[in-house]
């Protein structure tokens, strides 16, 4: 599903990912963690193509990214819902406009964006807010709307930076329930965070960087 072969990333002076190589296969959940700078959100950004590689091979289900064309991109990413620390939210429009808005792109009729908005809404809880504005909600609700605008499109793979970086104990729990009722649907979960009481004792997979390097490939 997801493959890294020797994959470096530098900005500038900067070496953000050195050689890195895993495989994740489909329906996994895997941790990504390690302390601040060590390259997990780099790793994050080369998966969803924010960013290319300075060297090294990235595929994902299929599609060799140093083959990809430019106007091939928009499909695949189309697979891959991501889910911001910082909410990306847009402010100016309602919980129900910011998860129809990537729908509305695809050109889904508004039949089905209704049905789709209306079904992510419900499994994180926020049915009842969808006319709200995000600057309206809790830190945990405008977490919540961001999952449900990561996986209205149903992708294949769900990225996750650092989701509950910012959450109380209370509303970590609730997230964390949350990706895993949504990786029990099948999906491929990365989940990027530095809090290692999410994954100990969990039995799941744990990819950890340090400074660039991916030091262990673990179980938690």
């Known amino acids: 599903m997801i493959k890294f072969n020797n994959v470096t990333k530098i900005y500038e002076n900067i070496t953000a990912l050195r050689n890195v190589s895993f495989s994740i296969e489909k329906g996994e959940f895997v941790y990504i963690t390690g302390p601040s700078g060590a390259g997990k959100t780099t790793l994050l950004k080369l998966i969803y193509l924010a960013e290319k590689p300075d060297s090294g091979d990235i595929s994902i289900a299929g599609w060799d990214f140093n083959a990809l064309k430019e106007k091939a991109v928009p499909y695949l990413r189309r697979n891959i819902g991501v889910v911001f620390q910082d909410f990306k939210l847009l402010n100016n429009k309602t919980v ?7 729908l509305r792109i ?48 149903e992708p294949t793979i769900l990225i996750a930076d650092e989701p509950t970086g910012n959450l109380d104990a209370d509303n970590t729990a609730g997230i964390m329930k949350i ?20 994954f100990r004792h969990t039995g799941m997979r744990v990819l950890r960087l340090d400074s660039g390097n991916l030091v262990a490939d673990e179980i938690g």
Request: aromatic fraction near 8%; charge should be positive; hydrophobic fraction near 35%.
């Open 96 to 102: 129900y406009e910011n998860i129809a808005i990537a």
């Open 106 to 153: 695809r050109g889904f009729k508004d039949k089905e964006i209704k049905e789709r908005v209306y079904d992510a809404l419900k499994l994180v809880n926020l049915r009842h807010k969808s006319d709200n504005y995000p600057p309206t909600l809790s830190g945990g609700e405008q977490q919540r709307a961001t999952i449900a605008r990561a996986i209205v499109g």
């Open 179 to 198: 990706f895993k009722e949504i990786h029990a649907k099948g999906t491929t979960v990365l989940f990027a965070t530095h809090n290692r009481n999410l």
